[in-house]
T-cell receptor, first 109, second 111 residues
Framework: DAKTTQPNSMESNEEEPVHLPCNHS???????IHWYRQLPSQGPEYVIH???SNVNNRMASLAIAEDRKSSTLILHRATLRDAAVYYC??????????FGTGTSLTVIP | DVKVTQSSRYLVKRTGEKVFLECVQD?????MFWYRQDPGLGLRLIYF???????EKGDIPEGYSVSREKKERFSLILESASTNQTSMYLC??????????FGQGTRLTVV
């Protein structure tokens, strides 16, 4: 299964944009790129997903490299409530979600 | 809103007991998953199911079994609980091409 690589941790100041990177060099043509986040003591929460084009929703934006070997989750203005572990996942048509260890985001007031 | 409900938030069981973890979703999703989450290891897939009575092994199925008799319910079974199965267990459901929705998790302690 394709794997993703993310930094273990990142910090951001409150109300500044945050760019969370993810490398997925072995991605296949049918793999969707999904992002989830997990707040303390809660189950993971869906954030956004895409295949080839950049995507925007009310929570975040997803920028996908042209070769699809990397992607970036963009939080436009970080708030204290955005402090969480962010997971970048590749989902194939086999419908399986394989999580890594994610990036722990700390938001500094 | 999609709702994935796990029967217990916290559970304490004795070594050797048979343990049932229940998960129910209310959105008619075809796919359901069971994960366990341990510090430093992230979420690891135990089993998943893409239809009633269908199941597939994930990365770490040893010591576990599953049951899906109805579309909305996916049960994880620990046939004989052991202390190394102490963990947070997370259930999720999804449809093809969409994101997954997770339950709140069950923190199981085996003593």
């Amino acid at each position: 299964d394709a794997k993703t690589t993310q930094p273990n941790s990142m910090e951001s100041n409150e109300e500044e944009p945050v760019h969370l990177p993810c490398n997925h060099s072995t991605i296949s043509g049918t793999d969707y790129i999904h992002w989830y986040r997990q707040l303390p003591s809660q189950g993971p929460e869906y954030v956004i997903h895409g295949l080839t084009s950049n995507v925007n929703n009310r929570m975040a934006s997803l920028a996908i490299a042209e070769d699809r070997k990397s992607s970036t989750l963009i939080l436009h203005r970080a708030t204290l409530r955005d402090a969480a572990v962010y997971y970048c996942i590749l989902r194939s048509t086999g419908n399986q979600f394989y999580f890594g260890t994610g990036t722990s985001l700390t938001v500094i007031p | 809103d999609v709702k994935v409900t796990q029967s217990s938030r916290y559970l304490v069981k004795r070594t050797g007991e048979k343990v049932f973890l229940e998960c129910v979703q209310d959105m008619d999703h075809e796919n359901m998953f069971w994960y366990r989450q341990d510090p430093g290891l992230g979420l690891r897939l135990i089993y998943f199911s893409y239809d009633v009575k269908m199941k597939e092994k994930g990365d770490i199925p040893e010591g576990y079994s599953v049951s899906r008799e109805k579309k909305e319910r996916f049960s994880l079974i620990l046939e004989s609980a052991s202390t190394n199965q102490t963990s947070m267990y997370l259930c999720a459901s999804s449809v093809e091409g969409r994101g997954a929705f997770f339950g709140q998790g069950t923190r199981l302690t085996v003593v």
